[in-house]
């Protein structure tokens, strides 16, 4: 029986993948941009599997994950650009100079002997990131906050930038009020019929609400994601319960529907 494989051996079969006489045509035919799509997939499984797997689940979708970085630095090794050493040079690097509060003079080895607050750590923090966008000469405020970003991510994101600098709420309630306004602003454009008022204002409503999560120190991402589970998990026994009384959905009356909704919800599903 074998030992258990090691990162050298997924190295070694990632380097027979490619290779060009009796490699996989697929993983041949590959290179960065196209495998781009599958790390996002990837990535989202990982977090699935997290949210509603088992932990077997998880170790399997992190391996998946993993092999996309063995990928790209298969690729990046044979065009002599960087190796997975310099990878792991460069992120251990960037972790110590991000975290000078247990790393003191960028020492891997160093300790704090006094405890920094919560606020000196995000002062540094934002120091920190200026620095590095004015290193990558992209000194701008922004610069750094990938443009395909999923929208509610980069919501959160530029909204805790502009935090930053001073630009906020200066708590949950005044956000409230702000949700308020916003949504005014487009049951009016819905009065008027405007279209382009209506997709405009409606934006303005989900970037004022993931400003409302951010403030409320919640995920907007996570507890979407668990409403969308409650609302399966719902509509699913409610179809569940229609096939128990012999009624078919697609037939069924709003008051027959409200019903059987209320009766799951009753159940704590």
């Known amino acids: 029986m074998n030992s258990a494989y090691s990162l050298e051996d997924l ?46 689940e998880v170790k399997e979708e992190l391996g998946d994950l993993l092999f996309q970085i063995i990928f790209y630095n298969q690729l990046a090794e044979e065009e002599g650009s960087f190796g997975l050493e310099d990878i792991i040079d460069t992120l251990t690097a960037k972790l110590i100079r991000r975290h000078p509060h247990v790393f003191p003079q960028g020492d891997l080895k160093a300790k704090h002997t006094t405890a920094l607050t919560e606020d000196d750590i995000k002062g540094q923090w934002e120091s920190i990131k200026a620095q590095e966008r004015k290193h990558k000469k992209k000194p701008g405020l922004l610069d750094d ?3 395909g970003l999923p929208a509610m991510t980069r919501a959160v994101k530029l909204q805790k ?17 702000k949700v308020d306004e916003e949504i005014t602003e487009l049951k009016e454009a819905v009065a008027a019929q405007d279209t382009s008022a209506i997709e405009e204002e409606l934006g303005d409503v989900l970037f004022t609400v993931v400003n409302l999560a951010r403030h409320l120190k919640v995920q907007p991402e996570g507890v979407l994601r668990a409403a969308n589970q409650k609302f399966s998990a719902r509509l699913e026994s409610v179809q569940a319960l229609g096939q128990q ?24 599903i």
Do not use: H
């Open 11 to 56: 190295r070694y079969l990632m380097r027979r993948l490619r290779d060009k006489e009796t490699g996989c045509p697929w993983d041949i035919q590959q290179d960065f941009r196209s495998i781009t799509a599958s790390t996002i997939e990837e990535a989202y499984e990982v977090v699935d599997a997290i949210e509603c797997g088992t932990k077997e």
């Open 245 to 268: 009384k012999g009624i078919d959905l697609s037939q069924a009356s709003a008051k027959v529907l409200d019903d059987l909704w209320r009766q799951v919800k009753a159940d704590n």
């Open 145 to 147: 906050i990938p443009a």
């Open 161 to 177: 930038r502009a935090a930053s600098v001073n630009l906020d709420w200066p708590s949950a309630w005044a956000v409230f009020d």
